[in-house]
């Protein structure tokens, strides 16, 4: 089951991922909730995976996505606190040069403080 709390500031949406992201359904639900609290005012994601356990290619995709969404509407997507499984899979499939990955962040005021 995978859970998903939102908080937005500014111009930055924070989203805690906790949970697994291999189903086609959760991937979609994340998407629609994410997607449905970003605009052009408010187009910066900040994704904290600290509890996310794992991803496959559904959740990836689904990432992708939110990815677009944001740089259309002129703003970013970050991921953040990735563990080692999650690290070595954005390396093999080259997605770590298209995401931009902080660590050791502890919430969006950290995050905004860091860039």
Same mark, same amino acid.
């Given at each position: 089951m995978l859970e998903i709390n939102i908080l937005k500031d500014s111009n930055y /949406?924070?989203?805690d991922i906790k949970g697994k992201l291999i189903i086609e359904e959760d991937g979609k639900n994340m998407f629609e909730q994410i997607s449905s609290n970003i605009s052009e005012k408010c187009s910066n994601i900040v994704l904290n995976f600290q509890d996310l356990e794992y991803i496959n290619s559904s959740g990836f995709n689904h990432l992708l996505k939110l /990815?677009?969404?944001?740089?259309?509407?002129?703003g970013d997507t970050f991921l953040c606190n990735i563990n080692s499984v999650i690290d070595t899979l954005l390396i093999t499939t080259k997605l770590n040069t298209i995401f931009k990955v902080e660590n050791n962040i502890e919430n969006l005021e950290d995050f905004l403080n860091k860039q």
């Open positions: /949406l924070w989203a /990815l677009t969404k944001s740089r259309n509407l002129g």
